[in-house]
């Protein structure tokens, strides 16, 4: 299951599935012992059936945490055993050894990765920099015997582990010095603090500035005070006791005033030292976070320098002639983007070689050079980084995206009809939509450009396409040179504020309620000749928002958000200010939350929120309701969904997928426990594995199948069964779903349940 959790994510599941991998051991382990001593085929087949469950479900939670070594084995020893139970193969003293074996190997391997973990944990300080440790523990991938865990009823001796040679030391270079990156990046997160402090700064200089502005107004106030009093005395026909206390009073207006003048110069003077500190510290803390940012910026070359190897090995494989050419790659980019961009780059250059370039013979037929180019080009500008992946092959097959797309149903029929083809070409972009017949190790699947999509918005960036039939495909991406800091525009709500990525937003306007169309059942707006939905941006967030009361002539505040091709307008309560702010993630506790890409805190302590711009683009689509209701929008129900795994890693892997996509789960460990649940508790769908004790997947849907009041719910199935009639029998058990762990991930996941609910 290629889920692909965030290191933190990964890290816990990684701990829970050592536990529950060594008790799948015991269980093999004491299983095939008991095997041993049965002789008749009656008291074999259930021994069997454990051990094959137990076989099924480590595999399963493996693939979880990407242990690509203990799956395969567990993959080989499940196959023995579907085997062994159906009379296929004999239980020979030969294959009994090769079991045994073969069960002491995991051991072995979970062993290695408990060992690997540990020394990430507390090695990090040690490794080179510009490495990462790898998801998957080190076993060795080399196809030598030597190397490779034994094959079920193999009677070779499991080889140990690699050891893991010293690294060598080298010299420093009197230009440089070698640093742990985790302790540089320790240092980055405390230069981006000093921006925090910077900010607190300049509102402590707002306030100071403030309160000598009400020093000075209450020396205005004195001075007209003591103007009355001398002005009273001057005219007065008052006694002499009149006057005297009069010229008391007077007196000590006189001595107020000159101390007030005094305090008045003195924080007039503070004002102005404060602000030039305060220009100095900007300056400095200024200098010291780029200087930061610059040493944690690597090259593009760093990523790049397999992909002509990558190409030629892909094009020699599809029989294709490419020529790949690299520009750019000695720009810097924050280390942290380009770990993570990676795997989309690769996947476009995979994309432009299977879908985009011709066989040399249909190129022919077209009168085209038989050698392809496919061109990757990085360029920088300011803050941002341009990458187009560009190749000269058959372009976008429109209709067949179309095609795919209501198959899919992601469109209808109608709607797809409709579509412009700038838009249809976009829908390459939504999970599920591939123009391939058959699936390949390369694509065919349908989800690879909607992950591309999703890293690329995760890390601040924008993706576009352009195509043109026979001509070739344009991917273009732009990307923050760093995550550290953003120009973010402040709006309120309410009484609540959130930040607004300024990259994202095109326009800011009033708008008069008078001038609010209903076009389509939606509320929308013309702003440069373009009609444009409108929503609040309140009932988005689900918050009650001010600016809802008012008549026809009280204007609206309007901002215009763009991401891509896609651009919608929220009306806000107010816009308050643009300015630099410091993001910050959520935490691992809340690794995904719906609408928000982080936070940043303000120099007066203030936590505001950082909004996902795709996200509120998203939400937008599903908005009907009015911009100017006459009550305030209440928070809608959270989903419930029920999750049915025997594996606690998978089901918690699952769990926290779905619970950061805004859903409510409840888990079960096995088909029964899940059915007494749907029998005590309220559920708007169920995901749930195949392969269960106790009631299995099939069986389970059957059940909810049967039941009045059960019949309608949803149920998708979660499975490594891929033969076709696995798949059938769970259609034909009422499934509306039926995923394969090892060609789904989590956006393919999110999609179908969202599209079922």
């Known amino acids: 299951m290629n889920l692909q959790p965030n290191p933190a994510l990964l890290k816990r599941l990684t701990a829970m599935f050592l536990i529950e991998a060594r008790e799948h051991v015991q269980t093999l382990g004491t299983g ?14 259930p021994l069997l059936e454990t051990i094959f469950r137990a076989a099924h479900s480590l595999k399963g939670a493996a693939r ?12 080989k020893l499940e196959g023995v055993f579907s085997d062994l ?15 045994h074996q073969s069960v002491a190997a995991l051991g072995k391997l979970i062993d290695v990765l408990e060992t690997s973990q540990t020394k990430v944990e507390v090695g990090a300080g040690n490794a080179e920099a510009g490495k990462t440790p790898s998801s998957e523990f080190p076993v060795s991938s080399s196809k030598s015997p030597a190397s490779s865990p034994p094959s079920p009823v193999s009677t070779s001796q499991p080889a140990p582990p690699p050891a893991n040679p010293q690294s060598t030391i080298r010299k420093p270079q009197s230009d440089t010095v070698r640093i742990a990156t985790a302790k540089l990046d320790a240092i980055f997160v405390q230069a981006e603090e000093m921006l925090g402090v910077k900010l607190a700064q300049s509102e402590r ?18 001075t007209e005070t003591m103007s009355w009093v001398r002005t009273l005395r001057q005219q007065g026909e008052a006694g002499t006791g009149a006057k005297e206390l009069t010229s008391r009073l007077f007196a000590l207006l006189d001595q107020d005033r000159e101390h007030s003048e005094a305090v008045s110069t003195r924080i007039a003077d503070l004002a102005r030292t404060m602000a030039v500190d305060r220009r100095r510290f900007d300056t400095l803390a200024d200098r010291l976070l780029e200087d930061v940012k610059m040493a944690l910026m690597l090259p593009f070359t760093t990523i790049l320098a397999g992909f002509p190897k990558m190409v030629h090995d892909l094009a020699r494989d599809a029989g294709k002639q490419i020529e790949f050419t690299l520009q750019g790659t000695e720009i810097e980019i924050d280390k942290r983007i380009l770990e993570q961009i990676k795997d989309p780059l690769v996947h476009l250059v995979r994309n432009s070689i299977d879908h985009g370039i011709e066989p040399p013979a249909e190129r022919a037929r077209q009168r085209k050079l038989p050698k392809g180019t496919v061109t990757l080009a990085i360029t920088q500008s300011g803050g941002k980084v341009a990458i187009q992946i560009a190749d000269d092959g058959a372009g976008i097959d429109v209709a067949a995206v179309k095609t795919a797309a ?9 709607d797809a009809a409709a579509l412009r083809d700038e838009d249809a070409r976009q829908l390459v972009f939504r999970s599920g939509v591939t123009t391939r017949r058959q699936v390949t190790e390369i694509s065919g699947r349908g989800v690879g450009m909607a992950i591309v999509q999703e890293h690329v918005t995760k890390l601040g960036g924008t993706l576009s396409i352009e195509s043109v039939a ?17 120009r973010g525009t402040l709006v ?7 930040v607004i990525p300024t990259a994202n937003v095109a326009r800011v306007v009033r708008v008069l309620r008078a001038d609010v169309r209903r ?24 918050i009650a928002s001010g600016q809802i009361n008012g008549d026809n002539t009280t204007p609206l505040t309007v901002l215009a958000l763009r991401h891509g091709q896609e651009c919608v307008t929220f009306a806000v309560d107010q816009v308050m200010s643009e300015q630099e702010v410091l993001a910050k993630p959520l935490g691992r506790l809340l690794p995904r939350v719906r609408n928000l890409s982080g936070a940043t805190v303000f120099g007066s302590g203030r936590i505001v929120p950082i909004l996902n711009v795709p996200d509120l683009l998203r939400a937008a689509a599903g908005c009907t309701q009015t911009t100017v209701p006459s009550a305030a929008t209440q928070t809608v129900r959270a989903k419930r969904l029920l999750v049915a795994d025997d594996s606690i890693t998978a089901r918690t892997s699952l769990q926290s997928i779905l619970e950061s996509a805004g859903f409510d789960v409840q888990t079960a460990p096995d088909g029964a426990a899940a059915l007494n649940a749907l029998h005590t508790d309220a559920f708007d769908l169920v995901v749930s594995d195949v392969e269960m004790p106790k009631m299995d997947g099939f069986e389970l849907t059957k059940r909810i199948r049967s039941e009045p009041k059960l019949a309608e719910m949803p149920v998708v199935l979660v499975t490594a069964r891929e033969a076709k009639e696995n798949r059938e029998r769970g259609l034909d058990a009422g499934a509306n779903a039926y995923l394969v762990k090892s060609s789904f991930d989590q956006t393919n996941l999110l999609e179908t349940v969202r599209r079922l609910l």
Request: proline share 1%; with cysteine.
């Open 85 to 99: 139970k159906s009379g296929k193969r004999e239980l020979s003293a030969e294959a009994r050894d090769g079991l």
């Open 492 to 498: 309120r709500l309410a009484n609540r504020e959130f």
């Open 470 to 486: 026979g001509a070739g495909t344009t991917f273009r991406m732009a990307l923050p040179l760093t995550l550290a800091t953003l």
């Open 64 to 75: 979880t945490v990407n242990a690509g070594e203990i799956e395969r084995l567990c993959q």
């Open 406 to 414: 209501v198959q899919t149903g992601i469109i209808s029929a109608a």
């Open 32 to 45: 095939l012992l008991e095997l041993d001593q049965a002789t008749a085929r009656d008291a074999q087949l």
């Open 205 to 222: 200089a707002v306030e100071l500035k403030a309160l000598a502005g009400l020093v000075a107004e209450r020396d205005r106030l004195w």
């Open 519 to 542: 076009v389509e059942n939606r509320d929308s707006i013309c702003l440069d000749g373009l009609t444009l939905s409108l929503v609040r941006l309140s009932e988005v967030l689900g």
